[in-house]
């Protein structure tokens, strides 16, 4: 794993608790999910630590977007200058044209200290029209491109955020982030000392009703669950109630999670019969009255409740109840 940074030394696995996002239209009271995070370091080292920030301001090209916590799953971070080194290396550019030797090999070495942080502002320098500067600007990025480990050599100017719906490309606006851990107390994670950190998903509990005139009366009504699933998670659905197929003579086509014993629109599965996805884009698979098994993909849970194929709006509901299991495998 690597060396651990001082100020979190032996706080390898924390665990992080984050408020859940609010429960869909449809679901009723339940207790709020947990998440793990995983905060990974340009060290290599890997902390779980129970962040504390409610949502992250993100500045884009198209406008400052406020991003709720529960909703990111993984950020993977551009780099990140602090305020004091990027004075100091400003300074120290300026530095490289003086007309004196050891105010020139001084900016050198501080520049050589900076590392990663400096390169930016070197690579720029070595493009100067003073022909000393460039030349100097360019031996020093060759110096720090030995010395520093080949990752922070490409990191982009912008921090990739992904939610569990899209991929938000900007700059987090902040220079830390607020932390935990039982062992130190708050902490503040500083963005410039930052790879990735990746939000995962514990164990907990959550139900809701799936009706069948929102959700089962088309083949593009999913529900929207506001459950989001880490791959490699153990997930358990269950489902109970009944639904009517055809409202119009009632009693004669009811069915449970299970379905019906005729195929639904679309032919896939069985109407009436309770089917789900993980993200927008997922592979529909069957749940039935139960479904126990492991995600091999990462994203928000949907649920449809599968139309009859006689093209009228079905009627009634499922109370559905979704248990999510720690990652298995544990993490990373």
């Not at 916590?69 to 044209?97: A, M």
Request: glycine letters at 10%.
């Amino acid at each position: 794993m690597g060396r651990i940074p001082l100020a979190l030394a032996s706080s390898l696995f924390i665990a992080l608790a984050v408020s859940s996002r609010s429960p869909a239209q449809e679901s009723t009271s339940s207790p709020s999910p947990k998440f793990l995070s995983e905060v990974r370091f340009h060290d290599g080292s890997v902390v779980r630590m129970t962040l504390l920030e409610p949502s992250l301001d993100v500045k884009t090209k198209y406008g400052k977007l406020t991003i709720p916590l529960q909703d990111i799953r993984r950020i993977e971070l551009g780099l990140h200058i602090p305020v004091d080194v990027h004075q100091q290396i400003t300074s120290s550019i300026k530095r490289l044209s003086s007309q004196v030797y050891k105010e020139r090999d001084g900016a050198g070495k501080d520049l050589v200290l900076a590392g990663h942080f400096a390169l930016p502002s070197l690579q720029k320098a070595s493009r100067s029209g003073d022909q000393e500067v460039a030349y100097r600007a360019t031996g020093l990025v060759k110096q720090i491109s030995e010395r520093v480990q080949s990752d922070l050599l490409k990191l982009r100017d912008e921090d990739v955020i992904h939610t569990a719906e899209f991929v938000v490309i900007g700059r987090i606006d902040a220079a830390a982030l607020k932390a935990s851990s039982p062992h130190f107390g708050q902490v503040m994670l500083k963005l410039s000392e930052l790879r990735a950190v990746h939000v995962k998903q514990q164990a907990g509990r959550q139900e809701l009703v799936v009706d069948a005139t929102k959700h089962g009366s088309s083949l593009d009504q999913w529900c929207d669950s506001n459950i989001n699933i880490d791959a490699a998670q153990r997930v358990i659905v269950t489902g109970e109630g009944q639904v009517e197929l055809w409202p119009q003579g009632p009693g004669q086509y009811v069915s449970a999670p299970k379905g019906y014993n005729t195929a639904g629109k679309g032919g896939q599965f069985l109407a009436g019969s309770l089917i789900g996805k993980i993200g927008e884009n997922g592979k529909a698979f069957y749940i039935g009255d139960r479904y126990d098994g492991v995600a091999t993909e990462e994203g928000r849970l949907y649920l449809l409740i599968v139309p009859s194929p006689w093209n009228n709006a079905s009627t009634g509901s499922y109370r559905i109840r979704v248990e999510t299991d720690s990652v298995a495998g544990g993490g990373r």
